[in-house]
């Protein structure tokens, strides 16, 4: 079966095959760097993930473009109120996230664009845009005029014919009942950062940045389009309309949206006190492999309920595969019937590659890696696993983990390898023989903060882990 996913634009499940060069031009929704990312905004990032990984795994060429949203209302109520530049405020938020992002292991698109540094495109894409008679200006703003586009709510599958004409909406994000002329360009206002641009002084609306960001990297037609749900309208529905009224062509030919993240099965809030953030996640001891394993377990077209027992099954189905990858790299097998479970090892790939080109099927990918785990683990315990199945069984692994990627433990938690461990050995030994007992105390302690403790006998230096 081919590789197929679901377009939000048709509502039908299709065959994805880029348009050209076996190359995906794809365009993701960003974060808005005015706070710190929250558990909810990961789940779509790690979509982005999994997505970039399958698509490569399945022998496609990636350009991806994702934007990072420097200036909108938040980030300028928040800047201004810790009286710090847009700049400095943001440049804490996007070191932020993107360590938030290494620790979750996801992939760095292939190019990370700033809406601040293209307010000259989006100038000339409105100027474009109010030539052609779709903008019209009050208040030294400009609004785009949404009766002058007829497709406008094709891909939220709304019918908003009845709406009123002329009527506006200044703030970025607003809800569907309110489909109303969008801002392109805000007027300045009094102590707020403004750009001197061919349209006047002013900053461009959220949805504008988008559309202009793909089209100068990717073209006037992506591949794909992703994003949260909670982006079809009105941001995705907005982009669409600023597109194809520049282009005169579909700006995208996949919309890919990811469901929403519950806490512990409600709508996450901060005043339910059920908001967290990454770091308040990893603060309490969790690691970030298990997030990752948790926000990737459900199909992003699913829900995803995130609970503090799922963060603990979640540990412990990676420590299952690791051990089991042990296991077969340190096992002694000699099991009879090769042939059998080498077909075995065959058909389990099959299934992983099938349930992800199923629309990004990871659940079902994950019940054919645990059900052959189990399969062969009652194998090993009974001496019927043979060593020729060995090299199959880790490619397997290696397959899921190219996708899950959770295997490898995280070395920055404490959990160091013994080479690394013995090297820090040496070094306090040699440390205590210049004399320089401090730096071997040093080491020691380093040590103990990973988990490592060190037993001085007359045989030399012991370690175990606590
Ligand atoms: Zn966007």
Known sequence: ???????????????????????????????????????????????????????????????????????????????????????????????????????????????????????????????????????????????????????????????????????????????KADARDFVLWKAPKDGEPFWDTELGPGRPGWHIECSVMAIQYLGETLDIHAGGIDLVFPHHENEIAQSEALTGKPFARFWMHAEFLLVEGQKMSKSLGNFFTLRDILAQGHQPEAVRYLLASAPYRKALNFTFDGLKSAATAIERLRNYKLRLESGKFSGRDADALLARTAQARKEFDESLDDDLNTAQALASVFEYVRETNTLMDSGEFPVAAVEPALGLLGRFDSVFDVLQPNTKQGTLSSPEIEARITQRAQAKKAKDFA???????????????????KDGVRWKRK
């Open 1 to 175: 079966m081919a590789l197929r996913f679901s377009n939000t634009l048709t509502h039908q499940v299709e065959e994805f095959v880029p348009a050209r060069d076996n190359t995906v031009r794809m365009y993701t929704c960003g974060p808005t760097v005015y706070s710190y990312a929250h558990i909810g905004n990961f789940r779509s990032f790690m979509f982005y993930d999994i997505l970039r990984r399958w698509l490569r795994l399945r022998g496609l060429k990636l350009d991806h473009v994702m934007n990072i949203t420097d200036v909108d209302d938040k980030i300028i109520r928040n800047a201004v109120a810790e009286r710090k530049s847009l700049a400095e405020y943001t440049a804490i938020y996007e070191k932020a996230f993107l360590d938030d992002c290494e620790a979750l292991r996801l992939e760095r698109p292939e190019r990370l664009v700033r809406a601040t540094e293209h307010i000259p495109e989006m100038a000339k894409a409105i100027q474009q845009l109010a030539d052609r008679e779709y903008t019209y200006r009050s208040d030294g703003s400009i609004y785009y005029r949404i009766a002058k586009f007829p497709e406008y709510g094709k891909l939220s599958h709304s019918d908003f014919s009845g709406m009123r004409s002329g009527a506006r909406v200044d703030v970025d994000e607003y809800e």
């Open 439 to 457: 730096g071997a105390d040093r080491i020691r302690q380093e040590l103990l903060e990973q988990g490592i403790v060190l037993e001085d006998t």
